[in-house]
């Protein structure tokens, strides 16, 4: 096995790919609790009162989302806050031309329409993001074909920290899933009024009975590394989320894929060369706080 060796350029690279990944992928802002991280979590309303936790109704923003409380954005999925994971639903499509298996699900769309009726994230701002989207056709099953971008999940995943003074950036690292030179996870479906989804792609090339892994325990040659267990037969996959802020309020988030090597070792997720292709004017930036 080959590590890449990181410098200084590099690491810097890296971090604008990290604000690329996390504006991508932010799903599931103000949850109100992180699993065991209970040192970032607010505490129940319960908490210096009488009244038990059950007599306490639902929290504001589930009749007003501006309101306080905790608010899931991406709402295809169900979310469980003790493991900070979430079981969205599994897409198969396939490759034109080889008819390798593809499978994926989808976050965010530039279709409203659809974005309400899937419990997608509404995300306008995806259409200057074409450039570094593949091509898929909606098929009259209602499944994708995708016109290229593939990725090997055989990879190891590896993250070596650098000396004691200085782990960071690390001394080695290796993402465990690599995309050709055609993979992003945007997708424009040119016969459905040219929309554009994020798709992130979580197994590819494999059948449903290698990738049967419904009790968890996945392997991880074959699926992404965040995924915690995929079932096919069901049409669900479980995927861990990112613990993280925003305006000081904690938030979980899904990031799948980076744009270079070291970001996407860093976040677990695939390495997706084609979003280079977007340009950082095309893209909120987010900032990263050693």
């Known amino acids: ?14 971090i604008a790919a990290m604000a690329l990944v996390i504006t991508l992928a932010i799903i599931i802002p103000v949850l109100p609790t992180f699993g065991q991280q209970e040192d970032i979590a607010p505490a129940p309303p319960s908490i210096g009162a009488d009244i038990p936790l059950t007599y306490f109704g639902p929290a504001p923003s589930t009749v007003q989302k501006e309101l306080v409380g905790p608010l899931q954005l991406l709402r295809s999925g169900s979310i469980d806050m003790n493991e900070s994971t979430i079981t969205l639903p599994l897409y ?14 989808l976050t965010d769309t ?13 995300s306008p701002k995806l259409n200057y993001a074409a450039q570094g989207a593949r091509v898929a056709t909606l098929e009259a099953n209602t499944s994708l074909t995708f016109e290229s971008g593939t990725v090997d999940f055989g990879p190891e995943h590896v993250v070596t ?57 996945p392997d991880y040659s074959l699926v992404h590394d965040k995924v915690i267990s995929i079932c096919p037969s069901e049409g669900t996959v479980t995927i861990s989320l990112t ?44 900032r990263l706080v050693q």
Not at 116 to 122: K, S, T, V
Request: charged share 15%; hydrophobic share 40%.
């Open 243 to 286: 613990s993280g802020f925003s305006f000081a309020r904690p938030v979980l988030y899904l990031s799948t894929d980076a744009s270079v090597s070291l970001a996407a070792a860093l976040e677990r997720a695939t390495l997706a060369p084609k979003l280079v292709n977007i340009t950082t004017q095309d893209v909120t930036t987010v």
């Open 92 to 105: 198969q499509g396939h490759i034109r031309g080889s008819g390798e298996t593809v499978w994926y699900i």
């Open 110 to 122: 530039t279709d409203k329409g659809n974005a309400d009726a899937l419990g997608l994230n509404w």
């Open 1 to 14: 096995m080959k590590f890449q060796k990181i410098n200084f350029k590099e690491f810097l690279l890296g």
């Open 161 to 217: 920290p650098g000396n004691e003074t200085n782990p960071f950036p690390p001394s080695e690292a290796q993402p465990g899933a690599i995309g050709d030179e055609n993979y992003s996870p945007l997708v424009a479906v040119e016969n459905a009024g040219g929309n554009i989804y994020n798709a992130p792609i979580v197994a590819f090339g494999v059948d449903a009975s290698q990738i049967n892994f419904c009790e968890g325990n």
